[in-house]
């Protein structure tokens, strides 16, 4: 099984496509990728913490949803991804009108970047390696937050 530094490894490398440019017209690929953000970065967690890991997301989901673990905050963020990208992959003739920006906003602004959050929280990963994600609710263009202090002047 990969260690924690190889999921955040991958983590950090589809986020980069995330980011991309590549993705503007293919929204349905965009929030493909933005699941696999939070596949690794739980992963991440998962290795770092000794907990159960899994080769399927259907073990991940039945372990991430018990409401007897602490990861049940991860969970209500993760399950909209999933289905997000499950829909994005199999409904074909919609997905990329399922997709409009406000949508992508709230999956990849919100969903991801709370997994995001909890799991940069919970094991020694830099923050500043992963700014903040802001997605534009009409353009879908997406920039990323300065998480630095600005500098003063003397």
């Given at each position: 099984?990969?260690?924690?530094?190889?999921?955040?490894?991958?983590?950090?490398?589809?986020?980069?496509l995330?980011?991309?440019?590549?993705?503007?017209?293919?929204?349905?690929?965009?929030?493909?990728v933005?699941f696999?953000?939070?596949?690794?970065?739980?992963?991440?967690?998962?290795?770092?913490?000794?907990?159960?890991?899994?080769?399927?997301?259907?073990?991940?989901?039945?372990?991430?949803?018990?409401?007897?673990?602490?990861?049940?905050?991860?969970?209500?963020?993760?399950?909209?991804?999933?289905?997000?990208?499950?829909?994005?992959?199999?409904?074909?003739?919609?997905?990329?009108?399922?997709?409009?920006?406000?949508?992508?906003?709230?999956?990849?602004?919100?969903?991801?970047?709370?997994?995001?959050?909890?799991?940069?929280?919970?094991?020694?990963?830099?923050?500043?390696?992963?700014?903040?994600?802001?997605?534009?609710?009409?353009?879908?263009?997406?920039?990323?937050k300065?998480l630095?202090?600005?500098?003063?002047?003397?």
């Amino acid at each position: 099984m990969p260690t924690p530094s190889e999921h955040i490894n991958q983590w950090k490398r589809n986020r980069k496509l995330l980011l991309s440019e590549a993705l503007v017209d293919y929204p349905e690929w965009r929030i493909t990728v933005a699941f696999y953000c939070a596949v690794h970065a739980v992963e991440a967690l998962l290795a770092a913490r000794a907990l159960p890991r899994f080769q399927d997301h259907a073990g991940r989901n039945r372990f991430l949803g018990d409401q007897g673990n602490k990861l049940l905050q991860i969970w209500h963020s993760y399950k909209p991804l999933f289905d997000a990208s499950h829909d994005a992959r199999y409904a074909c003739p919609d997905a990329a009108r399922r997709f409009p920006p406000a949508v992508q906003k709230q999956l990849i602004q919100a969903c991801l970047q709370h997994i995001e959050g909890a799991v940069i929280a919970a094991i020694p990963v830099p923050r500043a390696e992963f700014p903040l994600i802001e997605v534009h609710a009409t353009t879908g263009k997406i920039t990323l937050k300065n998480l630095e202090a600005p500098e003063t002047t003397p």
